[in-house]
């Protein structure tokens, strides 16, 4: 009988190995008609352990089986007329498969022919696609840009508006300031005095003298009588002793009302009772060298 | 009566707080005596470490306004740090500090007299020129 198993096996035999599916393809066609185009799989891509399911295999099956039986056919007119014995029935057998055969190669060719439309099709999508890709990365290289420019605008601003906010704080009026600068250079605190030379006592911090001259130096010693004992002998030192520590400021005033008092969180400085005043005086006490007036009675 | 009272001493006391610790913040322009301070070992005294820390609100702009030798402010700032804390106690560092506090004093004397022999100068050259 001849069947597509046969015409198979001669195949096999004739053109040498086949991969086994394309044998199991071959006697599944009824199958792979219906087994969709495009999952066929690549145009191109006839490549190994797929087999059958390409179009490409399938078309290149169909043309062998087509060739097989065309053969088969012509040997057997061949042999026919050589011999008169007719086997009518395997003719009409072969040629059927033939015609059958042509058929699905026809079918085939179609196929493959929309195949073919739709792959280019998808072609140019993916062109398009490809265009369209690159134009979104480009704007998101654009966008990225602009994030980043308006990031560091937007904190420049930030800065530009603490530094706005910092210098408000700070402001003050530009009489104080010039009433103050003039106090502290008036009194050449900051500025050396035009006619200084070395071994001129004054300095730009308040020297020994002045310091015990001051409230603080004269906490612990009520018993000095003014300032006259210690003086080195320079007038010039003796004139500026009086005011020269404690501020200008009219401080027994009302003026300074009670926000201008030192902040007054400072009595723990151990997390002890004894306050920061106690620290004042033992530094008056030890620092007055002279013997006669320090009374230390603590320590 | 007793509130009154008692608010008055406490304001008076709150006076002399203030005076005190303004007189003590100055006294701290003077290398010297930070160098006194330190040869005594009140800089390792926690107590006065803290204090020091405490004094630090005469950087505030109305209380630095009272301030006469605003260069103590700097040294307080110093102090805040251990380790000018420990140096102190070299008499060469109370030295050195003194010096270069007095060559920043006479900076602007020196700048003047500068400009005053630069003038002098100038109108010397005008004056040669002019004859």
Redesign the interface.
């Known amino acids: 009988m001849y069947t597509m198993e046969y015409y198979s096996a001669i195949r096999n035999d004739k053109y040498g190995f086949r991969p086994a599916s394309s044998m199991a393809a071959a006697s599944g066609a009824e199958k792979e008609k219906e087994r969709p185009g495009v999952g066929g799989g690549g145009w191109g891509s006839g490549a190994g352990a797929a087999g059958g399911n390409s179009t490409r295999e399938r078309l290149l099956s169909a043309l062998e089986d087509l060739e097989v039986l065309s053969r088969e056919l012509i040997e057997m007119l061949a042999i026919s007329r050589n011999q008169k014995l007719l086997p009518p029935d395997e003719e009409n057998q072969v040629l059927e498969l033939l015609i059958h055969r042509d058929g699905e190669f026809q079918e085939l060719m179609k196929l493959a022919l929309n195949q073919g439309k739709i792959h280019h099709e998808m072609h140019v999508l993916e062109k398009e696609v490809e265009k369209r890709d690159s134009d979104i990365q480009q704007l998101q290289k654009q966008l990225k840009e602009a994030e980043q420019i308006l990031a560091t605008a937007v904190y420049q601003a930030k800065e530009k508006l603490k530094s706005i906010e910092k210098a408000r704080k700070?402001a003050?009026s530009s009489e104080?300031i010039i009433k103050?600068a003039h106090?502290?250079s008036a009194?050449n605190?900051?500025?050396?005095?035009?006619t200084?030379v070395p071994g001129d006592p004054r300095?730009?911090?308040?020297?020994?003298l002045e310091?015990r001259s001051?409230?603080?130096g004269q906490?612990n010693n009520p018993s000095t009588n003014g300032v006259n004992g210690h003086l080195p002998g320079d007038a010039l030192a003796a004139g500026r002793l009086p005011d020269?520590?404690?501020?200008?400021?009219p401080?027994q005033s009302n003026d300074?009302s009670?926000n201008?008092?030192?902040?007054?969180?400072?009595n723990d400085?151990?997390l002890e009772p004894?306050g920061?005043?106690k620290?004042?005086e033992d530094?008056v006490e030890?620092?007055s060298t002279d013997s006669s007036s320090s009374s230390s009675d603590s320590d | 009566m007793a509130a009154a009272v008692a608010m008055e001493t406490d304001?008076a006391g709150?006076?002399?707080?203030?005076?005190?610790?303004?007189?003590?913040v100055?006294?701290l322009?003077?290398?010297?005596?930070l160098n006194?301070?330190a040869q005594?070992g009140?800089f390792k005294d926690?107590?006065?470490v803290?204090?020091l820390k405490?004094l630090l609100?005469w950087k505030e702009?109305?209380?630095a306004?009272?301030?006469?030798?605003?260069?103590?402010l700097h040294m307080l700032e110093l102090l805040q740090y251990e380790h000018f804390r420990k140096e102190l106690v070299n008499a060469q560092c109370a030295k050195f500090i003194d010096e270069q506090?007095?060559l920043?004093?006479?900076?602007?004397?020196r700048k003047?007299?500068r400009l005053q022999q630069a003038l002098a100068e100038q109108q010397q050259q005008n004056h040669a020129a002019g004859k």
């Open positions: 700070g003050i104080e103050y106090r502290i009194s605190a900051v500025c050396a005095p035009l200084w300095r730009p911090y308040p020297t020994d310091m001051g409230l603080l906490m020269v520590l404690a501020s200008q400021y401080w300074m009670m201008m008092l030192p902040p007054n969180h400072s400085f151990l004894p920061h005043n620290e004042n530094d030890v620092m | 304001d709150n006076r002399l707080r203030f005076q005190l610790e303004l007189e003590f100055q006294c322009a003077n290398p010297n005596y006194f301070l005594r009140y926690k107590a006065f803290n204090y405490y609100y702009p109305e209380y306004k009272y301030l006469k030798y605003p260069q103590c506090q007095i920043h004093w006479q900076h602007y004397s003047r007299m």
